[in-house]
Nanobody, 119 residues
Framework: QVQLVESGGGLVQPGGSLTLSCAAS????????MGWYRQAPGKERELVAT???????KYADSAKGRFTISRDNAKNTVYLQMNSLKPEDTAVYYC?????????????WGQGTQVTVSS
């Protein structure tokens, strides 16, 4: 079965940087678009960035110019490089992806990794 595992979260000071990783594991599947979402306490989960299988990416307005999403298809891993972090970036960050088996689409989510931006 498919599993997504996020890593790289932690505590960082405002203005600092952090890189998150999300590795997909499993057999007999292909991966389409992948994305990063976040959820702060008391708020709904929101999109941060997405990246297609070929590379084109999209960002939420709050992430543009500061965050960069990338992927390594050979490693089945998606990354989120976060720069100039702000306290409002504090949230649990989740990755997801579109997975395909025999052209049937499945959406999977990771368990999340905590990012805390505080001085």
């Amino acid at each position: 079965q498919v599993q997504l595992v996020e890593s790289g979260g932690g505590l960082v000071q405002p203005g600092g940087s952090l890189t998150l990783s999300c590795a997909a594991s499993g057999n007999s599947f292909s991966i389409g678009a992948m994305g990063w979402y976040r959820q702060a306490p008391g708020k709904e989960r929101e999109l941060v960035a997405t990246i297609s299988s070929a590379g084109p990416s999209k960002y939420a307005d709050s992430a543009k110019g500061r965050f960069t999403i990338s992927r390594d298809n050979a490693k089945n891993t998606v990354y989120l490089q976060m720069n100039s972090l702000k306290p409002e970036d504090t949230a649990v960050y989740y990755c997801n992806g579109d997975f395909y088996k025999n052209y049937v689409r499945f959406v999977h989510w990771g368990q999340g990794t905590q990012v805390t931006v505080s001085s």
